[in-house]
């Protein structure tokens, strides 16, 4: 199966050299691309460019995992780590969108 994918792959260079480039961006900036609901281009685009955008967006998906996690948990402090974890999602956010506004690839449609 993995050999059929590799061949399917090689045979379109242009998706393998994006699929390529998305694998060394890393899962943060998947999962930006995944939040927004437009802009997946100018996101990866911007990844490409700027080490910095790309550690943000690995904060700001670690954050929302650590998040999901605590709401899992049945921990005494769940509530508190919840509200902590949104806010620093919140602060990220916003520093995402300053940098692709600054970039000038927003504002983009948020899915809520």
Not at 57 to 72: Q, S, T, V
Not at 75 to 85: F, N, P, T
Request: charged share 35%.
């Amino acid at each position: 199966m993995m050999e059929k994918q590799r061949d399917l792959a090689a045979s379109f260079p242009e998706d393998q050299a994006s699929h390529k480039r998305i694998d060394q961006m890393g899962k943060g900036v998947e999962f930006v691309t995944s939040y927004f609901n437009t802009s997946a281009q100018a996101i990866e685009e911007l990844a490409a460019q700027c080490e910095a955008f790309r550690d943000l967006c690995d904060d700001f998906a670690l954050a929302n995992e650590e998040k999901e996690r605590w709401r899992r948990s049945t921990s005494s402090g769940r509530q508190q780590r919840i509200a902590e974890y949104q806010e620093l999602i919140d602060s990220i956010l916003i520093d995402i969108e300053r940098e692709l506004e600054r970039f000038g690839k927003g504002p983009f449609a948020k899915p809520y």
